[in-house]
Nanobody
Framework: QVQLVESGGGLVQTGGSLRLSCVAS????????MGWFRRAPGKERDFVAA????????DYADSVKGRFTISRDNARDTVYLQMNSLKPEDTAAYYC????????????????WGQGTQVTVSS
């Protein structure tokens, strides 16, 4: 059974940076595309970024393009989300998720999820 555990969330001021990590166990990380999603209070879960199994292709929501970077280390079974120039509207619970080899923006196409890590950006 695949398990994902996120870490790295916290409280940061506007303009600050955080790096989220998501460690996978269960043996299929290196063949899985990984995504990051977020859910703000009272809102639906939104796509943030995704990366193919090889790391060769990435995709970003327009709202984070140029500020966030997704990357992965298959030797460590870990996917990262580097978040720079954070804004109050980035405040949300952030979730990593995995699926087959290729990326998707649709949360219902991801088969396994982490428990989430909270990011709060103060103004």
């Amino acid at each position: 059974q695949v398990q994902l555990v996120e870490s790295g969330g916290g409280l940061v001021q506007t303009g600050g940076s955080l790096r989220l990590s998501c460690v996978a166990s269960g043996g299929i990380f290196s063949t899985s595309a990984m995504g990051w999603f977020r859910r703000a209070p009272g809102k639906e879960r939104d796509f943030v970024a995704a990366i193919t199994w090889s790391g060769g292709t990435t995709d970003y929501a327009d709202s984070v393009k140029g500020r966030f970077t997704i990357s992965r280390d298959n030797a460590r079974d870990t996917v990262y989300l580097q978040m720079n120039s954070l804004k109050p509207e980035d405040t949300a619970a952030y979730y990593c998720a995995g699926r087959g080899r290729y990326i998707s923006r649709r949360s219902d196409e991801y088969g396994y999820w982490g428990q989430g890590t909270q990011v709060t950006v103060s103004s």
